[in-house]
């Protein structure tokens, strides 16, 4: 209890690279699926938008851990198995887009109409106005919404220790495994997810506050 | 791949892991309503030291994933002689995790009733009591109830993590059949239809609570 917690540092910070790693892969992945499903889910084919209904319904009605777990466990019994890191960030990734493409949603909508009149009186066409209007300003919108994805993200991959990816979490549970000093540990890794979300809260706040000049 | 004939034979015993899970739901979701509403008196107080308290635990608890809150407090505290059984220490963590955030939600619900109802208040002699009681709350209420509804589903969809802790819930009751019959896809997807199944009855029956509320405002 008295030995002073530096020496957990090194295998608990290489589980925190992990982390970074993981979060920054899903996030890629889960901004592309969120634009697609976005677009599905306003597509003029109606199969299409249903299907975009129900996988975003599924993901959000059910729990990320049990669909990653699903993806783990279950997909190799149909001769598809993955490694831990891929299974963490398409199941993480899909789970996020979710979420995302309700972001991506909101921010067309919140566009106002007159903004495609007025690109539509300028006699731009489709395509000039959506990258030159309407896209700008979706993108402005949607940014705080995406940061705090962001957050819950960072949070959200503690989850991939329970599929054996050695990540923050995991290394936690090894370091209490083979030293037994819980306390130490625990409150390390608590301390190094604080330290990786919080700055992000202040950026976060940030965008917020140049995203409202916008308005 | 899937025998529905052995799916259907885990029912029984998944429902009893699903009746942890809405005990874990509620038990939470009710500390997690106290802790919130604890929170941000302590932020109403104009202690400044308590103040600081209350926002630094918002800000810690929300910085830092719940599953990690369940290991510091289901492993450490035993160390100081502190013993509670698993759900409980589940029950607890998801109240102190999700009163963090719930404490937001009743920051933003009390600060969006106009300040006239507080001068109004003042100048008909109200005292403070009866003015949160008549006046403030009744107005702050409704807009809550959406956020409110969106974090009892969310703290719903937490709870499989319980299992990480020995909790048998219904992901809990999943994992043990999975470990003991070596078949994954049968309990987990049951489990995830279960949960499935109960998200979105309670995402119905908040659209139509909040329709209710939103005719009784006019």
Same mark, same amino acid.
């Given at each position: 209890?008295?030995?002073?917690?530096?020496?957990?540092?090194?295998?608990l910070?290489?589980?925190?690279?992990?982390?970074l790693?993981?979060?920054?892969?899903?996030?890629?992945?889960?901004?592309?699926?969120?634009?697609?499903?976005?677009?599905?889910?306003?597509?003029?084919?109606r199969?299409?938008r249903?299907a975009?209904t129900?996988?975003?319904?599924?993901?959000?009605g059910?729990?990320?851990?049990?669909?990653?777990f699903?993806?783990?466990?279950?997909?190799?019994?149909f001769g598809l198995?993955?490694?831990?890191?891929?299974?963490?960030?398409?199941?993480l990734? %899909?789970? %996020?887009?979710?979420?995302g493409?309700?972001?991506v949603?909101?921010?067309?909508?919140?566009?106002?109409?007159?903004?495609?009149?007025? =690109?539509?009186?300028?006699?731009?066409?489709?395509?000039?106005t959506?990258?030159l209007?309407?896209?700008?300003?979706?993108?402005?919108?949607? %940014?705080?919404s995406?940061g705090?994805?962001?957050?819950?993200l960072?949070? =959200?991959?503690?989850?991939?220790?329970?599929?054996?990816?050695?990540?923050l979490?995991?290394?936690?549970?090894?370091?209490v495994?083979?030293?037994g000093?819980?306390?130490?540990?625990?409150g390390?890794?608590?301390?190094?997810?604080?330290?990786?979300?919080?700055?992000?809260?202040?950026?976060?706040?940030?965008?917020?506050?140049?995203?409202a000049?916008?308005r | 791949?899937? *025998?529905l004939?052995?799916?259907?034979? !885990?029912?029984p015993?998944?429902l009893?892991?699903? /009746?942890v899970?809405?005990? &874990?739901?509620?038990?939470?979701?009710? !500390?997690?309503?106290?802790?919130?509403?604890?929170? *941000?008196?302590?932020?109403?107080s104009?202690?400044?030291?308590?103040?600081?308290?209350?926002?630094?635990?918002?800000t810690?608890?929300?910085?830092?994933?719940?599953?990690?809150?369940?290991?510091?407090?289901f492993? +450490?505290? $035993?160390a100081?002689?502190i013993?509670?059984?698993?759900?409980?220490?589940g029950?607890?963590?998801?109240g102190?995790?999700?009163?963090?955030?719930?404490a937001?939600?009743?920051?933003?619900?009390?600060? &969006?009733?106009?300040k @006239?109802? /507080?001068?109004?208040?003042?100048?008909?002699?109200?005292?403070? #009591?009866?003015? /949160?009681?008549? +006046?403030?709350?009744?107005?702050?209420?409704?807009?809550?109830?959406? $956020? !409110?509804?969106? #974090?009892?589903? @969310?703290?719903f969809? *937490?709870?499989?993590?319980?299992?990480a802790?020995?909790?048998?819930?219904?992901?809990?009751?999943?994992n043990?059949?999975? @470990?003991?019959?070596?078949?994954?896809? *049968?309990?987990?997807?049951?489990a &995830?239809?279960?949960?499935l199944?109960?998200?979105?009855?309670?995402?119905? @029956?908040?659209?139509?609570?909040?329709?209710r509320?939103?005719k009784?405002?006019?």
């Amino acid at each position: 209890m008295n030995t002073p917690p530096f020496d957990l540092l090194p295998q608990l910070l290489k589980g925190a690279g992990v982390t970074l790693q993981v979060t920054g892969l899903t996030a890629v992945v889960a901004l592309i699926l969120s634009f697609l499903v976005a677009f599905a889910r306003m597509a003029p084919m109606r199969l299409l938008r249903g299907a975009a209904t129900v996988y975003v319904e599924v993901l959000r009605g059910t729990s990320a851990i049990v669909q990653l777990f699903y993806l783990f466990f279950i997909l190799p019994a149909f001769g598809l198995s993955m490694g831990p890191l891929t299974t963490a960030v398409i199941g993480l990734g %899909m789970n %996020m887009s979710a979420y995302g493409s309700e972001v991506v949603r909101a921010g067309f909508t919140a566009v106002p109409r007159n903004q495609s009149e007025a =690109a539509a009186a300028l006699a731009l066409n489709r395509v000039q106005t959506y990258r030159l209007v309407i896209i700008p300003q979706a993108l402005v919108i949607m %940014m705080p919404s995406f940061g705090n994805l962001l957050i819950e993200l960072i949070k =959200a991959t503690s989850l991939v220790s329970l599929i054996t990816l050695t990540e923050l979490t995991f290394s936690g549970r090894q370091m209490v495994v083979t030293t037994g000093r819980s306390f130490q540990v625990w409150g390390l890794v608590l301390l190094i997810y604080f330290l990786m979300a919080y700055p992000l809260t202040r950026l976060v706040g940030r965008i917020e506050r140049y995203a409202a000049r916008f308005r | 791949m899937f *025998e529905l004939g052995f799916a259907i034979s !885990l029912i029984p015993e998944m429902l009893r892991g699903l /009746w942890v899970t809405m005990i &874990a739901t509620f038990g939470g979701f009710a !500390l997690a309503l106290l802790v919130g509403s604890l929170l *941000e008196a302590g932020r109403r107080s104009g202690v400044s030291a308590l103040q600081s308290v209350c926002n630094g635990y918002i800000t810690f608890v929300r910085c830092t994933p719940l599953l990690v809150q369940l290991y510091f407090v289901f492993y +450490v505290l $035993p160390a100081y002689g502190i013993r509670f059984r698993a759900l409980t220490t589940g029950i607890i963590c998801l109240g102190l995790h999700i009163g963090a955030y719930i404490a937001e939600v009743y920051r933003s619900g009390i600060d &969006a009733v106009g300040k @006239g109802q /507080w001068d109004a208040s003042r100048s008909l002699g109200l005292p403070l #009591f009866a003015t /949160w009681r008549h +006046v403030i709350i009744p107005q702050a209420l409704p807009p809550m109830l959406p $956020p !409110l509804g969106n #974090f009892f589903i @969310g703290l719903f969809k *937490e709870t499989p993590l319980l299992a990480a802790i020995t909790v048998i819930d219904v992901f809990g009751t999943a994992n043990a059949i999975a @470990g003991r019959t070596f078949r994954y896809n *049968e309990p987990y997807t049951v489990a &995830a239809l279960m949960l499935l199944a109960i998200s979105l009855l309670a995402a119905y @029956g908040q659209r139509r609570l909040e329709r209710r509320f939103a005719k009784a405002e006019g």
